[in-house]
């Protein structure tokens, strides 16, 4: 059995974040990479298209683990304190991992991000719930 629970991360912090992912992916060490990405693939003789295709799924992988951070960032702590209530160790910390993981998010029209997170117990669903 799932136990649903959902929070928002606000608009601003939405907004702050994709100016970030943004940043990153334009701007120095990224933009290296994806400018040394590209020469690589231009030397090994892959066509444009394809090398269109292979820096757009790097860059969507690379959101997505930067959208990973952020909502481990906001939300973390509050799944800790709900998950540690009943679990200890490496199975606390695996069942962390995995809420933070299949956590799914869908961007609301005012910019902010509802969160679907999915508990395997009651109890920690009532305390993530409860949490601010």
Known sequence: ???????TIPAAR??????????????GPIKLATNATITAL???????DEQVAIIEDRDI????????????????????????SSRSGSEAQ??????????????QGDDSELVTFNFMEQSEADAFKASS
């Open 61 to 84: 992988i690379m959101k997505h683990n930067m959208r990973l951070g952020l909502i481990s960032e906001v939300f973390a702590p509050a799944i800790e304190k709900a998950v540690k």
């Open 42 to 48: 231009e030397n090994a003789g892959i066509p444009k």
């Open 14 to 27: 939405m907004r702050q974040f994709h100016q970030m992912v943004n940043r990153w992916l334009e701007e």
């Open 94 to 107: 695996d069942e962390i991992a995995r809420l933070i993981v299949t956590a799914v998010g869908i961007q």
């Open 1 to 7: 059995m799932s136990i649903t629970v959902q929070k």
